[in-house]
């Protein structure tokens, strides 16, 4: 069987306690190893097999998981796999030769991000959607999707694989919409030992990445969210009533 596990966005443990224990089962683990934390494998068996896919393609790491059929395969990918994970094409082929696999879900990186800015992407009057996107690159994005267009929206984003084009983020957000002066944040390697957050707008957004000299390993996030505030939420509103608790028709 192949486990796809979420390694969560660094820091070891965060990873959940299925994928931990996976992880200490394995026979052969396959590690995203451009972003996956290696502290993590050190809790896999003295006669494990590791592989660091950064260095492979995706015929390689298949060939391997055919040649382990019948044994347990951690195929670990960092965050959750189902964001820019790749990971389709692989339980596809996986399909076609027969080989069972199941998914264990990680911390993706864009909560690890919000988690240390302390922030919450959907507050009440500010925004109910977060938008996780990338700009184009050597993977295309299809035009509907451009962060101009999307930056039209005027919510919470959340843009990966991104780091490396600041001037052009900073140039889509602005001709989407959002003022130079929305917030925004550039969270490097949320989680692992050397986080650093640079907080900025969405007008300074290339100058404080270049200033920082970040250029990858990072998530860009923008939106009025980012400077809290703004109105209390209904749920635990005194006045509100749930199907859990009666309220005291008392406005707060
Ligand atoms: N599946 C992963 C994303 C993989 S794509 C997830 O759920 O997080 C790789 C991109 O993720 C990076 O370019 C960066 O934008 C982001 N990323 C991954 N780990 C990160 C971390 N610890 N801190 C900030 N961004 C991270």
């Known amino acids: 069987m192949v486990h796809f596990v979420g390694a969560g966005p660094g820091a070891p443990d965060l990873i959940t306690l299925r994928g931990a224990e996976l992880l200490r089962q394995a026979d052969v683990i396959i590690y995203a190893g451009s972003l996956v934390n290696p502290a993590l494998l050190k809790v896999a068996r003295k006669d494990c097999r590791i592989y660091n896919s950064a260095e492979m393609t995706l015929e390689q790491i298949i060939a391997v998981m055919e040649e382990n059929r019948g044994k347990d395969v951690v195929r670990l990918h960092t965050g959750d796999p189902c964001l820019y994970g790749a990971v389709r094409e692989q339980m596809d082929a996986l399909d076609h030769l027969d080989i069972p696999w199941d998914d264990t879900p990680g911390v993706s990186s864009f909560c690890g991000a919000a988690a240390a800015l302390g922030a919450e992407y959907t507050l009440p009057d500010i925004s ?125």
């Not at 140039?171 to 002066?181: M, T």
């Not at 970040?214 to 199907?243: C, H, M, N, Q």
Request: hydrophobic share 40%; charged share 20%; aromatic share 6%.
């Open 128 to 252: 109910q959607t977060v938008i996780i996107t990338r700009m184009a690159g050597r993977t295309p994005v299809p035009e509907s999707e451009s962060l101009k267009n999307l930056a039209q929206h005027g919510a919470s984003m959340a843009v990966f694989l991104s780091a490396g084009m600041l001037d052009e983020v900073q140039e889509a957000l602005l001709q989407g919409g959002y003022g130079a002066d929305v917030p925004a944040a550039i969270v490097y390697k949320a989680s692992w030992p050397d986080e650093r957050i640079v907080r900025c707008t969405v007008g300074t957004l290339a100058q404080s990445g270049r200033a920082a000299d970040i250029r990858k390993t990072a998530i860009i996030l923008v939106g009025g969210f980012l400077s809290g505030g703004g109105e209390r939420s209904k749920l635990y509103d005194p006045a509100f009533t749930t199907e859990f608790r009666e309220g005291n028709g008392l406005c707060v």
